[in-house]
Every structure is written in C-alpha cells, then in structure tokens.
C-alpha cells in the first residue's frame, strides 16, 4: 500500500466545533488532493496543492480550507462544522512532473466524518 | 464539459467468472490518460490500469483488461477468473490534457463477487 496516511479515521463531533483533518505523505510527492465521497460514493475534488505555499479550490465548493507548508502535510481544517459536511474525506498525492497525465494518484485510507 | 459516466451502478458475478464493467467519457482534448481505480470495502483506492489515449494496444493488468473504443469514447473493464477479493467499487477516471492530472471521476460501479 502506498505511504500516505490519514487521522483520524473516524470522527464524531457536535455542531460547531472546529476540527483538522490530518494527511500525510512519505513519498516526497508535490501534488496533492482532498476528495469529498458522498454517501453513494461520487468523488468530488474539493482542493488541491502543486507544492509548499501553493493550495487552490476544487471542483466542488467546500467551507473548508487547507494549508501546504510542508512538503508532506496537508491539513484541512473545517472552521465551524455542521451536519452538512457529514462524509468521507480522501486525501491523495502524486509526483509532479510537468504535465505527466499518467502518474498515478495515491489514496490515503480516508476519514470518515460525523457532525451530529 | 468533460463527463466521466458508469451506466451501472452495480454487479454481481460469480466467482471464477469474467465480468465486465462499463464506462463513457467525453473531452475534447486530443491528449488524456483513462483509469481504473478500486476500492476495496473499508480500504485505500489504488489503481487498477491505466490506458494513454495515442495508444491503441488495449492495456493488461494480470486478470484485467481494458476494451478502448476511441471513437466512441468508450472504455470497459474486463476482469477475468474472478476471486472474492475482486469485491470493491471500481471508479473510471479521466485526466485530460491541460489539466495537470487531475482526475475526472465516474460515479463508480459496485462490484460484488459471489462464492
């Protein structure tokens, strides 16, 4: 299985409280991702970052917000959580390497998320 | 717009047996890689196969196998001799030119195998 690392795996919180969700990767890759899995499973690129200082929004417009000041970590924080944000976050990294279409992404085991 | 679809939400096969699983995509780019992603009940994504567009050998993986259609924008996946251990949603993914791999992803089709 490839080194990237999610915590923690599970989640329960009270509305409103603010939480991170933990992701790290040992493989020395620059880009990485944060995907939101809704209960039927769909994928929705929620953010991504090419390298350290460099993060931008996804397809998928979320509240959270992530942060890319290590080449390994990649953070993302939920300010204020409500039940709507309720779901499975995978994170994912490849190399950078220009326009490589071909690299694979690397899935982190995901965090599963519950907002009472 | 660029459309990732898997017509089958999902399957059962025996095991031992081949099934195959549908996907359609639509890009206007001339350059982009096709996926196949699975993930395994409770366990990380990894990748299956992979197929680049300006190829037209169909890829191998061991038990899978991919049937490109270009012109019709079409790409199955065939997985031959299926063990237990095939059970997972397969995701169709594709990374079109330009977009610096990242990745368009089907809906995903549940894939059970069956003793």
């Known amino acids: 299985e490839a080194d990237i690392y999610q915590t923690p795996r599970y989640l329960v919180i009270g509305t409103g409280k603010k939480i991170t969700l933990e992701c790290s990767q040992t493989?020395?890759?620059?880009?990485m991702y944060w995907y939101q899995q809704d209960p039927g499973m769909e994928l929705h690129l929620i953010h991504y970052?090419?390298?350290?200082?460099?993060?931008e929004k996804g397809d998928l417009s979320s509240e959270s917000t992530v942060s890319r000041i290590r080449t390994e970590h990649f953070p993302l924080t939920l300010e204020s959580a409500r039940p709507s944000h309720t779901s499975q976050y995978l994170c994912?990294?490849?190399?950078?390497?220009?326009?490589?279409?071909?690299?694979?992404?690397?899935f982190g085991p995901g965090t599963r998320l519950t907002v009472l | 717009a660029q459309t990732v679809t898997q017509s089958q939400p999902e399957m059962s096969v025996q095991e031992a047996e081949t099934v195959t699983l549908s996907c359609t995509y639509d890009?206007?780019?001339?350059?982009?890689?096709l996926f196949w992603y699975k993930q395994p009940p409770s366990r990380q994504m990894i990748l299956v196969i992979r197929?680049?567009?300006?190829?037209?050998q169909n890829a191998t993986e061991n038990r899978f196998s991919v049937n490109f259609q270009k012109a019709a924008k079409s790409f199955s996946l065939k997985i031959s001799d299926s063990q237990l251990g095939d059970t997972a949603m397969y995701f169709c993914?594709?990374?079109?030119?330009?977009?610096?791999?990242?990745?368009?992803f089907g809906k995903g089709t549940k894939l059970s195998v069956k003793p």
């Open positions: 994912a990294s490849k190399p950078y390497r220009g326009d490589r279409l071909g690299d694979t992404q690397y």
């Open positions: 493989m020395g890759h620059d880009k």
């Open positions: 970052s090419y390298g350290v200082n460099s993060t």
């Open positions: 890009t206007s780019e001339n350059n982009y890689y």
């Open positions: 197929q680049e567009a300006y190829k037209q």
């Open positions: 993914a594709l990374a079109p030119g330009g977009s610096q791999g990242n990745l368009i």
